[in-house]
């Protein structure tokens, strides 16, 4: 029974929570991005290019595939190096790392603010040199 509610107690921490959610949502933004990637910025970038598909981008490394030939059929028709699908895995890659750079730094900009202590009040000032030495002559007068 130790070991059930020992997992009980991990799986139940906040910090095991907040990664499933943090996964959860990891995974529905990574899809957003492929979808940029792929319906979006690389048609964009494939017409600066020259009407070039990159989904259909490959070399063909066996010799029976006719140039022009798809890349799903050329696949079946031997070994393909298909750089083009690399190429957008990539863009897909740097879009998703500079979004968790940039909520990193934000989220380090948010704590650094709550963890600047407020200035603490400046302590009373005490007399004056001058002032100190007008009092032990007064003293020593008496």
């Known amino acids: ?64 595939i006719p140039a022009g030939t798809p890349l799903a059929d050329a696949k079946g028709m031997g070994s393909v190096f298909a750089y083009g699908s690399f190429i957008q895995h990539v863009v897909d890659f740097l879009i998703v790392a500079f979004c968790i750079f940039m909520m990193i730094k934000g989220m380090n900009k948010l704590s650094k603010k709550k963890e600047e202590p407020a200035p603490e009040p400046e302590a009373p000032k005490g007399p004056t040199q001058e002032e100190l030495l007008t009092e032990i002559r007064d003293l020593l007068k008496k």
């Open 1 to 64: 029974m130790g070991f059930i509610k020992e997992f009980k107690e991990f799986a139940m921490k906040g910090n095991v929570m907040d990664m499933a959610v943090g996964v959860i949502i990891g995974g529905a933004f990574g899809k957003i991005v492929s979808s940029l990637v792929d319906d979006i910025i690389m048609p964009l970038v494939g017409k600066a290019l020259g009407n070039a598909d990159f989904t259909n981008l490959y070399v063909a490394l066996s010799d029976g």
